[in-house]
């Protein structure tokens, strides 16, 4: 018996996925058709092919549609929603290969309107020229991919969480984790690993519960760099009353007085909700201006989505009308309380870091790790200066999630098929691994994972924190998160999904203090990231992506210049 057989259940692939939704779905399957022979498993924390977000979202695919073209794509991204913090190359990619995600999808299965002549069936955004346009898939799409990867001979391992990244060396050569189930440890020995686990979204909006940072926190431990965590601050404005999201809400926005807010401050036409529409939010409410209202009637985009997700008038989308029928109806239930033409909206923080940071490949800054999805949507720059997703281009979620994927697959096959033999992982760091892992296990008492969840939320979701940032006010938030930071060694657990959450609060301190560290560091506005100190773009300093590594311990932050005289656009 090997000696990390004794420290728990020992699995092994040639290439390792962790997550199964969307993104690691699709990397398996890409797996698999590049490489048959390789042996694919896939980690799932809860059920693989119904977990993730994909089958609770839009099911909106933003793509190039046969009236736009990849180039004029490119100018408006870099100019309307990167403004010059894209990887331009990868960028440039992205226009001219996204498409082929449709054809993908259609030949995985996946159900996708099309037109009599065999066209992509799509809209375009309402009230806005934008060089792209949208089309629907259905809501059960990861039950498709979860049958094409079956039936290409990916292995599934469920209810299992992974925790940090094996070792050999520099190089990451598997996983290590714990059944949510009977609290078992997990290791998973692999050639190559790839993280499918998603963004971070801090739990405050249900929908968007499956973004934990897990796979970031696991990354950053691992050594890996991070780029562009200052832009994971994404909020939706949603319903005071039933928290859901009303779209287009920004347009619409009055105050008690009766001004109209969004005339103030949102030039239109816009491509999606901008960081200004919080920022107005909480100043009006700070001039005794609030609470701040949408003009319903007016608010033509959200008439707009709700034919467009829950009904059959533009796609053919049986579970999609059921799902978003349904939401919307509880809703309503609990709107009636509000003026029906008037309602109360606040803004509803959703996050959205993303920040590990990856090559045109997909590979991380460590050998052996790839990551694909939402992970790394930020961290990849071809999004520019925004959380991502959506980036201010909704139905770009989806799509990025199995674009990258089939990069990052055919990366990691090629990269596993190199290597002969499995590589061996350090014993010692897997041991200290399951010991930090198990650790709240063994506490008779200390401090609860959801009191720490919540003290986090308390630091990260405030408009005056995260969103309108200043050096004084993020120092304070900085304040409140290293605090929790310090309780983390106190974590107490009673039963293995106490244990799970224990993780998770971890993970969600480390994120926010990424988010922090980077938005200190940045000293402009640009984008999405607003600050009332520096309120002016500076492109003579600010051409660059600030990058974020452990180092023995204490989170180094340094810039990387971005290459803008190589780049085809310049400010
Ligand atoms: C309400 C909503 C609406 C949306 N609408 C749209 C839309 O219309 N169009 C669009 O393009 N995008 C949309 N999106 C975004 C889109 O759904 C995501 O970008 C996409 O699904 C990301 O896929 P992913 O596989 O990278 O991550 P996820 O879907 O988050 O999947 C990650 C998986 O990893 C698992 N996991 C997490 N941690 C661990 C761990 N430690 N160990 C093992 N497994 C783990 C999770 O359980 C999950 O299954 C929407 C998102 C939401 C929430």
């Known amino acids: 018996m090997s000696k990390l057989e004794a420290l728990g259940k020992l699995l092994s692939a040639d290439v390792l996925i962790v997550g199964g939704g969307i993104a690691g779905l699709s990397a398996a399957i890409t797996v698999k058709e590049k490489k048959p022979d390789l042996d694919v498993l896939i980690v799932e924390k809860a059920t693989t092919g119904w977990s993730g977000k994909a089958d609770r979202g839009g099911g909106i695919l933003a793509f190039i549609t046969p009236a736009d073209t990849p180039e004029e794509f490119i100018r408006y991204h870099v100019h309307n929603i990167g403004c010059f913090l894209e990887d331009q190359e990868l960028l440039r990619e992205y226009a001219h290969t996204c498409n082929t995600v449709l054809d993908r999808l259609d030949a995985w299965g996946v159900k996708l309107n099309k037109e009599k002549d065999g066209r992509w069936k799509y809209v375009k955004n309402p009230g806005a020229n934008l060089p792209w346009g949208l089309a629907g898939v259905d809501l059960d799409m990861c039950r498709r991919l979860l049958k094409r990867a079956r039936r290409l001979g990916t292995r599934f391992q469920d209810k299992v969480t992974i925790v940090d ?43 968007w519960g499956a973004g934990r940072g897990d796979g970031i926190a696991a990354a950053y431990r691992a050594g890996a760099q991070m780029r562009n965590a200052e832009f994971g ?85 049986p579970n999609a009308n059921a799902f978003w029928s349904r939401l919307w109806e509880k809703a309503k239930a609990v709107e009636a309380q509000d003026d029906a033409d ?32 939402d992970v790394s949507y930020s961290g990849s720059a071809w999004t520019g200066a925004v959380p991502s997703p959506p980036g201010r281009m909704r139905g770009s979620g989806l799509m990025n999630a199995v674009w990258s994927a089939c990069k990052g697959g ?4 090629l990269y596993a098929a190199r290597l002969d033999a499995l590589p061996e992982a350090d014993h010692a760091q897997a041991s200290m691994l399951k010991q930090r892992m198990f650790a709240p296990l063994t506490r008779k008492k200390g401090a609860s994972a959801l009191d720490l969840i919540r003290d986090i939320q308390d630091a990260i979701t405030p408009v005056r924190y995260s969103n309108f940032k200043s050096k004084q006010r993020m120092q304070e938030a900085l304040g409140l ?35 922090y560290r980077a938005a200190l560091a940045r000293t402009e506005s640009r984008g999405w990231f ?24 204490e989170m180094d932050i340094s810039t990387e210049d971005i290459p803008i005289g190589r780049y085809p656009i310049k400010p």
């Open 165 to 207: 990244l094996l070792k050999e060396g520099e190089r990451v050569v598997g996983a290590v984790g714990f059944s949510i189930e009977d609290g078992g440890c997990y290791l998973v020995r692999a050639k190559a690993t790839i993280l499918a686990n998603g963004s971070q979204n801090y739990r405050v909006l249900p929908m």
């Open 530 to 553: 607003v600050r009332e100190d520096y309120p002016a773009v500076d492109n003579a300093n600010w051409l660059k992506w600030i990058i974020l590594q452990d180092k023995e311990g």
């Open 410 to 413: 055919s990366s990691a096959a």
């Open 481 to 515: 998160v290293l605090k929790v930071k310090d309780k983390l060694a106190e974590l107490m657990a009673a039963d293995p999904h106490d244990l799970a959450r224990c993780n998770e609060a971890a993970s969600m301190a480390l994120c926010a203090e990424m988010f």
């Open 342 to 373: 008037m309602p109360e909206i606040i803004p509803g923080f959703i996050g959205e870091l993303s920040p590990v940071k990856v090559d045109h490949d997909m590979a991380t800054t460590v050998p052996g790790l790839f990551a694909v999805g």
């Open 233 to 317: 601050s994404f909020v939706n404005m949603v319903h005071a009353k039933s928290r859901e999201v009303v779209f287009g809400a920004e347009d619409h926005m009055v105050g008690a007085r009766g001004e109209d807010i969004s005339a103030k401050i949102r030039p239109l036409p816009q491509s999606d909700i901008c960081a200004m529409s919080a920022v107005g939010w909480y100043q009006e409410n700070l001039d005794g201006n609030g609470p701040v209202r949408v003009k319903t009637k007016e608010n033509l985009l959200q008439i707009g989505s709700e034919v467009l997700f829950a009904s059959d008038l533009v796609w053919d989308r």
